[in-house]
Structures are given as structure tokens and as C-alpha cells.
């Protein structure tokens, strides 16, 4: 059966609201990490592990199997991604963010969005053998 026009309205109105809270979680005032790591303070990333910041910044929308999804938006699938073989395009895009992505590189330091960018690119099918440093990190940002 076909999605009425004002049903699929109020469906993507509510995905927007369900992503935006999610990404507004990282700014309340007081806010703790948890056991497994996945939350943070209300200005910075706490975890230091690239699989945590990867499951408490980016799955929500790339999804756990980093497969993307499309719905209020477009989020691409990290999954097999060839963009990814060259390690400052994901820098970039986690330091400045693009389009619908937000910039991370306020919330993360050099070490946290080098774990990032590593686990991505070395999980999910993907598997590009050179890591990205701190230093290669700190580069990209000047």
C-alpha cells in the first residue's frame, strides 16, 4: 500500500526530530559516560576507541553495519567504501563535516578522530592496511 503524501510528511518530520535529539545529546550540560563508553561530556567526545566513537558519533546514521540509510536524508554506506582508501578524504569530511554530516573536529581531538578514521577504515569490509596518526590528523586541520 502507497504512503500517503501527508504520512510520509510526518514520518521524515519525525525522523529529523529523533536525528536531531540524538545529535543534541552531546551538548546536555552534564552529561556522563557510560559503562561501555558510548556517551560523552557536553562539550567533547570522552571515548578514545575508534569502535565506541564510531558507535556513539556515526552509527546513527550510517547505521551498525555502516550500510548507510535514506529517509529525512541521505547517508552514505561507509561499508566497502573505495572513498575511503584514501585516508585524509575521511579526515576531512570528520573534522568539517559536509552537507548533512556535522563537523566533528570540535568535538573530537587528533587522537580520537585518528581511532575514528581507522577502525573505519579497517572494519565494515573494508581494509586499507595505513593508518592515519594524531599528527597526519593535526595536519589536515591547518
Known sequence: MMESPRALLVRLALGSI???CLLGLASVPGAAQTKD???S????FMPR???VLYRSSCQACHMADAQG???AGVYPALARNPKLRTAKYPV???VNGTRAMPPFGDQMDDEQ???VVNYLRSHFGNDYKDTVSAADVKAARH
Open 49 to 51: 576507541d575508534g569502535e
Open 113 to 115: 578522530v585518528a581511532a
Open 69 to 71: 540509510a535514506a529517509g
Open 18 to 20: 529523533a536525528g536531531a
Open 92 to 94: 576531512f569530511l570528520v
Open 37 to 39: 563508553g558510548t556517551f
Open 41 to 44: 561530556s557536553s562539550v567533547r
